[in-house]
């Protein structure tokens, strides 16, 4: 922790590139933000809504293929124990089916595939192609397989129709990289399906922002399941490096979640953001409190980040979104809006100043050497629940 005697949000002209200078190169300055003020907490009273992306479209769209076609489906896994190797549903770009693109639902057997479909259905929706083995070896073969590439990269995924899958947390470059340098020859019909998450479509560091950032350190691969833990601090940035403003002198240097990346918001502000553009949920602001989930510390960092950032430890957190507001404060607002006879503008205007409030004091604390007790909003808006009635001892 270093503490600053007034607010602080330094932004110093750079000329070189990011990651190009050391710590020891005093020849470019790095932007220095330690503080910040948080978005407005509350905006609306209710979830973000939920917009399907076209990957998720497409697998409801499948999903609803299956259940329509689902009697002679079940009679073709019936007859062809030991043949039946699964369906693949495959996708091409096209306005049929509103937009989605034309799909065909590949049919695996290992023997016969064209007299082995046939017998059961002439629709053209379905088309026969040879599998390397039966669903019957689906679970041995999938899980095989995944521990042959790394259950960090591959996990192994079954369905009631669908051939196996292995759903890949790197991009497919890296995984093809990968497949030509081990030669590795997978099944036919276990289905490599590249989480779209891996894969994001906007830059970690922005063009306008590399002069400002010595090194923005990510996961290479999508994160698996973690504990479920909430956990709180500021991410500040030093001299062009991220670090979690903890308690103490020993601030470790942040990692971050693949698809997380930065950029300059609205109102000029370092924001992070999702690297996804289908993706518009609102994250933190550089040097606010965020709420930032499992950490874990990492044994073997990035050498880049030491040569930029110098030798600090490094965690690696799961989310960064802001502290202020998060998760279902907005539930206690409108709860306490019902309770006090409040509109719902009113009884959010009274939640935002006091969640702001609280986020001041925290940050005199962190920065200042303050010592106020926050105002924890988020418990005092709560409904206490009714006493329960006693009976009448008159």
Request: with cysteine; net charge negative.
């Amino acid at each position: 922790m270093i503490r600053f005697g007034i607010f602080a949000s330094v932004f110093v002209a750079a000329c070189s590139a990011l990651g190009d200078a050391s710590p020891a190169d005093t020849s470019n300055d790095y932007e220095t933000v330690i503080e910040a003020p948080p978005y407005t907490p509350i905006t609306r009273l209710g979830p973000e809504p939920y917009t399907p992306t076209v990957h998720d479209r497409r697998w409801q769209f499948a999903d609803k293929l299956e259940h329509q076609h689902l009697p002679m489906l079940r009679r073709l896994k019936a007859g062809e124990i030991g043949n039946f190797g699964g369906i693949e549903w495959r996708w091409e770009d096209g306005p049929q089916n509103g937009g989605l693109g034309a799909v065909t639902g590949i049919v695996y057997f290992v023997n016969k595939p064209t007299s082995s479909l046939r017998r059961y259905t002439d629709n053209t929706l379905f088309q026969p192609a040879r599998g390397d083995f039966a669903r019957t070896d689906q679970d041995r073969i999938a899980r095989d397989w995944a521990e042959r590439i790394g259950q960090n990269i591959a996990s192994p995924g079954f369905g009631n129709m669908d051939a196996p899958w292995l759903d890949i947390r790197i991009s497919r470059n890296e995984f093809e990289a990968m497949q030509d340098e081990r030669g590795w020859d997978v099944p036919t019909n276990l289905i490599l399906k590249v989480n779209h998450w891996a894969e994001p479509d906007l830059p970690a560091v922005p063009d306008n922002l590399k002069a400002s950032i010595r090194y923005l350190p990510a996961e290479t691969v999508l994160a698996g399941p973690t504990p479920d833990i909430a956990t709180y601090d500021a991410i500040v940035l030093r001299d062009g490096c991220f670090f979690i403003d903890e308690d103490g002198e020993d601030d470790p240097l942040a990692m971050f979640p693949l698809g997380i990346g930065i950029y300059r918001d609205d109102e000029g502000h370092l924001a992070f953001r999702s690297r996804h553009s289908v993706q518009t949920t609102r994250l933190a602001r550089v040097g606010t409190r965020m709420q930032l989930g499992y950490r874990s510390e990492i044994s073997d960092p990035p050498e880049a980040l030491i040569a930029a950032c110098g030798q600090h430890r490094v965690v690696t957190v799961k989310t960064v979104n802001q502290a202020a507001g998060y998760g279902s404060t907005w539930h206690a607002v409108k709860e306490n809006a019902a309770r006090d006879g409040l509109n719902e503008a009113e009884a959010t205007a009274q939640a935002n100043a006091c969640l702001l409030e609280q986020e001041r004091r925290l940050a005199d604390n962190r920065l200042r050497g303050g010592n106020a007790a926050p105002s924890w909003c988020e418990m005092t808006m709560q409904i206490p629940p009714t006493p329960p009635t006693l009976p009448d001892t008159r």
